[in-house]
């Protein structure tokens, strides 16, 4: 069983992360020191991790985003659950998947953003009906890693 008291996330839609990096931990810090947060819609490149330092906190950011920077997911997590990090599944530039060891129990946090409307409706469907069919089988899979 797990006590959710032991570890606190948020979600944030940032629009760009680029330069705000710093910011961004410095919010979560004060937001009742959160834990973990998925990160929606920035703009950093390809697929990767890497250590953000706040004031007081340290966070690590894993993300997978697109080549042209322009669109992408992540996940900060705070410094003293890094260890506790089972696995990282970066899916696409619109699913990420980081699996959290909470006391005995593997969370597993799933971090989305679905695809936007844009002029052309075709390509709209098709994007919606790949990202749903895509997470439907991601979240139907026990466990997710």
């Known amino acids: 069983m797990i006590n959710f008291d032991q570890i606190k996330g948020c979600t944030h839609n940032v629009g760009t992360i680029c330069g705000k990096s710093r910011e961004v ?56 659950w890094v260890e506790q990090v089972v696995d990282v599944n970066q899916v696409n530039d619109r699913i990420i998947v980081i699996n959290v060891l909470v006391g005995s129990t593997v969370v597993s946090v799933v971090c989305v953003y679905a695809p936007q409307l844009d002029e052309n409706t075709k390509k709209l469907i098709s994007s ?18």
């Open 128 to 145: 919606l009906t790949n990202f749903w069919s895509l997470f439907l089988s991601l979240i139907r899979r026990k466990p997710l890693f």
């Open 25 to 80: 931990v410095e919010m979560l810090s004060r937001r009742a020191s959160v834990d973990l947060c998925c990160i929606q819609n920035f703009r950093w490149r390809e697929v990767s991790a890497r250590m953000i330092n706040g004031k007081d906190r340290m966070y690590k950011f894993f993300w997978v985003g697109k080549p042209d920077d322009t669109s992408g997911v992540g996940i900060l997590l705070k410094k003293k």
